[in-house]
């Protein structure tokens, strides 16, 4: 079993940052797949960013890290605008044996465990 907890929300100004950190339980921290996504009031939880092998994003703005020594995933987000105010959520996939090539894991499927989610507020 695997448990993700989410710090780094807040409220922000348009053209801020924001650093989201996601810190996971569990041993060999490195073989999971892990993701941020995020959900707005009245849409759909949409992907954001995901680390495997290697780095992955939709939004330039949006940088993925993770430190393998302490469990621990990172979303840095610059240039913030109204339209990322969402709640943003923090996954991991199951343990894997390994890293499926050319594949960036941006489904919700891909992932088995979800933090409770950390709200991110950017006022104009």
């Known amino acids: 079993q695997v448990q993700l907890v989410e710090s780094g929300g807040g409220l922000v100004q348009a053209g801020g940052s924001l650093r989201l950190s996601c810190a996971a339980s569990g041993r060999t921290f490195s073989n999971y797949a892990m993701g941020w996504f995020r959900q707005a009031p009245g849409k759909e939880r949409e992907f954001v960013a995901s680390?495997?092998s290697s780095p992955y994003s939709v939004k330039g703005r949006f940088t993925i890290s993770r430190d393998n020594a302490k469990n621990t995933v990172y979303l840095q987000m610059n240039s913030l605008t109204p339209e990322d105010t969402a709640v943003y959520y923090c996954a991991s996939s199951r343990a894997l044996a390994y890293f499926r090539r050319n594949y960036y894991y941006t489904r919700a499927n891909d992932y088995t465990y979800w933090g409770q989610g950390t709200q991110v507020t950017v006022s104009s």
């Open positions: 680390i495997s």
